[in-house]
């Protein structure tokens, strides 16, 4: 290997190194390795019963589906077939 493209890939190794240290000092790379470590962990074993909920857990659909997706396409299905949820009210006599 020639001298120059030495001193290039040790000056690119020093970039490298200094680009993963200034990762590595980042508050928002903890908190997003912290976030899927914790993910992992409750799908491997479980939440941990200890844990306080998270904003938002009290409410939250227990099947994980949205009540308004389910309806939406309940009745995509009625109309599909015919019957709608809620025929239109009566039109108006003259």
Same mark, same amino acid.
């Given at each position: ?19 993963? *240290?200034?990762?590595?000092? @980042?508050? %928002? #790379?903890? =908190? ?27 409410? *939250?659909?227990?099947?994980? @589906?949205? %009540? #308004?997706? =389910? ?24």
């Amino acid at each position: 290997m020639a001298p120059w493209a030495r001193l290039m890939w040790a000056a690119w190794l020093r970039v490298e190194d200094l680009i993963v *240290a200034q990762i590595l000092r @980042s508050p %928002s #790379f903890h =908190r997003g390795v912290r976030r899927i470590h914790r993910t992992v962990e409750e799908l491997r074993y479980g939440r941990d019963p200890s844990e306080p909920l998270r904003q938002g857990e009290a409410t *939250a659909d227990p099947t994980g @589906s949205s %009540s #308004f997706l =389910r309806h939406f396409f309940e009745e995509l299905k009625n109309q599909a077939r015919g019957k709608p949820s809620e025929p239109p009210p009566n039109p108006p006599k003259m």
